[in-house]
């Protein structure tokens, strides 16, 4: 398994491919996470404020997590998104990310990662990967995301 933060033309269909895979996103929510991926091409990853670690094997594109600095904040980063292909899931390559993430984000003087996902019940299996993984539930906000459809934010120290 090899991990890239180099992100290319070429991932654009993977990460389609990756998130559609997971039966999780809505189409409007795909769109959203090929526009930071594009914005990451057209202006790099320090313009565009997005870092991209591209997890591959022969050639094939498995997973990705992008986050980025909070430009409001003095060391917060924010994980936009953290995706493994569903027939990849259970192999440890979300927690081999979550740990590059740490790296990364200490190595640039960051201290928190915010996370943030659904409370349907769709997401139990993401949630129970943060609290497995340290990462501490801080807030629930009801009915963000639609009725009966909370976004949960999660704090990792790094």
């Given at each position: 398994?090899?991990?890239?933060?180099e992100?290319?033309e070429?991932?654009?269909?993977?990460?389609?491919?990756?998130?559609v895979s997971?039966?999780?996103?809505?189409d409007?929510?795909v769109?959203?996470?090929?526009?930071?991926?594009?914005?990451?091409?057209?202006?790099g990853e320090?313009?565009?404020?997005y870092?991209?670690?591209?997890v591959?094997?022969?050639d094939?594109?498995?997973?990705y997590a992008c986050y980025?600095?909070?430009?409001?904040?003095?060391h917060?980063?924010?994980?936009?998104?953290?995706?493994?292909?569903?027939?990849e899931k259970?192999?440890?390559?979300?927690?081999?990310?979550?740990?590059?993430?740490?790296?990364?984000?200490?190595?640039l003087g960051?201290?928190?990662?915010?996370?943030?996902t659904?409370?349907?019940?769709?997401?139990?299996?993401?949630?129970?990967?943060?609290?497995?993984?340290?990462c501490?539930k801080v807030?629930?906000?009801?009915?963000?995301?639609g009725?009966?459809?909370?976004?949960?934010?999660?704090?990792?120290k790094?």
């Amino acid at each position: 398994m090899e991990f890239r933060r180099e992100l290319k033309e070429s991932d654009i269909n993977d990460l389609r491919g990756i998130l559609v895979s997971t039966g999780f996103f809505y189409d409007f929510e795909v769109e959203v996470a090929l526009e930071l991926a594009q914005e990451n091409l057209t202006k790099g990853e320090e313009k565009s404020g997005y870092i991209f670690i591209i997890v591959e094997h022969d050639d094939r594109v498995l997973a990705y997590a992008c986050y980025g600095k909070n430009t409001c904040t003095f060391h917060s980063y924010d994980l936009y998104w953290m995706v493994v292909h569903q027939d990849e899931k259970g192999k440890g390559i979300g927690k081999m990310m979550l740990k590059m993430v740490d790296e990364d984000v200490a190595r640039l003087g960051g201290k928190n990662i915010w996370i943030e996902t659904s409370s349907r019940q769709l997401y139990e299996p993401t949630r129970a990967f943060y609290e497995k993984t340290a990462c501490e539930k801080v807030a629930e906000l009801p009915d963000y995301y639609g009725v009966n459809d909370s976004k949960v934010v999660y704090l990792r120290k790094v």
